[in-house]
C-alpha cells in the first residue's frame, strides 16, 4: 500500500470549513484513498473512500487531484464534535470476500475544533 | 445491529502471562481484523482471519495468535505478555472490503 503524508495537527472554528490534506504521490492506478477518523479512546470510523472522482457523503467531501497524488477531505460545518485524529489511507480496491484487505495508518492529522 | 462488539473492555494483566480477546463481528461480516494501537500511535495490522482461517499477517511475532468461529467471531490470543505489548486492541469486520471497527479492549501489562 501506498505511504501517505498528513500534517501532525490542525484547528479549526466551529461552523467553519476543515479541510484536511493528504499527499500520496506513490499512489497506484488500482489503490483507492480512504479517510478513517478516530474519536478520542474509541475504534476508527469510516467517512468516506474514493478512486479518481471526487465523493460526497452525509459526513464529508473528498477531494482528489487529477493526478490523483494528492487529496482533500471537508468537513463543510465542523462541530466540536468532529475533533478527532483524521487518517488518510490508501489501499487495492474496494476488497472481495476472503481477499486480505488490512488498512496501513499512519499517524493522522489530530483536528482539533474550537468554540 | 449491534455493530462490532469486543470483550473485555479493559484488562490487566503482568508480565509472562497469556491473554485472549474476543470480537463478534457486524451481521453479516465474514472477515475479521486485529490491529494494535500503542499510546499516540496509528493502529498496526496484527492479522486477518476469513473462512477460519489466518488470511494475511502483519509484522508480529508468533506470541500472537487468533481463532476464527464458524459463526464468523474471532479471539485474538497473546502469550508471554511483554511490557511493551500494553495497548488498544481493536477489532474490524469487513463483508467485500469496507471495514467496521469495534470499540476495542485496553490491554495493560504491568
Known amino acids: 500500500d501506498a505511504k501517505t503524508t498528513q500534517p501532525p495537527s490542525m484547528d479549526c472554528a466551529e461552523g467553519r470549513a476543515a479541510n484536511l490534506p493528504c499527499n500520496h504521490s506513490?499512489?497506484?492506478?488500482?489503490?483507492?484513498v480512504y479517510w478513517y477518523r478516530q474519536i478520542h479512546s474509541q475504534g476508527p470510523q469510516y467517512i468516506i473512500h474514493g478512486l479518481k472522482n471526487n465523493e460526497t457523503n452525509e459526513m464529508a467531501s473528498l477531494i482528489i487531484t487529477e493526478d490523483r497524488k494528492s487529496s482533500t477531505l471537508i468537513l463543510p460545518h465542523a462541530t466540536l464534535r468532529d475533533t478527532a485524529v483524521y487518517y488518510c489511507?490508501?489501499?487495492?480496491?474496494?476488497?472481495?470476500?476472503?481477499?486480505?484487505?488490512?488498512?496501513?495508518f499512519g499517524t493522522g492529522t489530530r483536528l482539533q475544533v474550537t468554540l | 445491529d449491534a455493530g462490532v462488539t469486543q470483550s473485555p473492555t479493559h484488562l490487566i494483566k503482568t508480565r509472562g502471562q497469556q491473554v485472549t480477546l474476543r470480537c463478534s463481528p457486524k451481521s453479516g461480516h465474514d472477515t475479521v481484523s486485529w490491529y494494535q494501537q500503542a499510546l499516540g500511535q496509528g493502529p498496526q495490522f496484527i492479522f486477518q482471519?476469513?473462512?477460519?482461517?489466518?488470511?494475511q499477517r502483519g509484522n508480529f511475532p508468533d506470541r500472537f495468535s487468533g481463532h476464527q468461529f464458524p459463526n464468523y467471531s474471532s479471539e485474538l490470543n497473546v502469550n508471554a505478555l511483554l511490557l511493551g505489548d500494553s495497548a488498544l486492541y481493536l477489532c474490524?469486520?469487513?463483508?467485500?472490503?469496507?471495514?467496521?471497527f469495534g470499540p476495542g479492549t485496553r490491554l495493560t501489562v504491568l
Open positions: 506513490t499512489i497506484s492506478g488500482n489503490e483507492y
Open positions: 489511507i490508501v489501499r487495492v480496491g474496494a476488497g472481495n470476500t476472503g481477499t486480505a484487505s488490512k488498512l496501513t
Open positions: 482471519y476469513y473462512e477460519e482461517e489466518e488470511r
Open positions: 474490524a469486520s469487513s463483508f467485500r472490503g469496507g471495514q467496521f
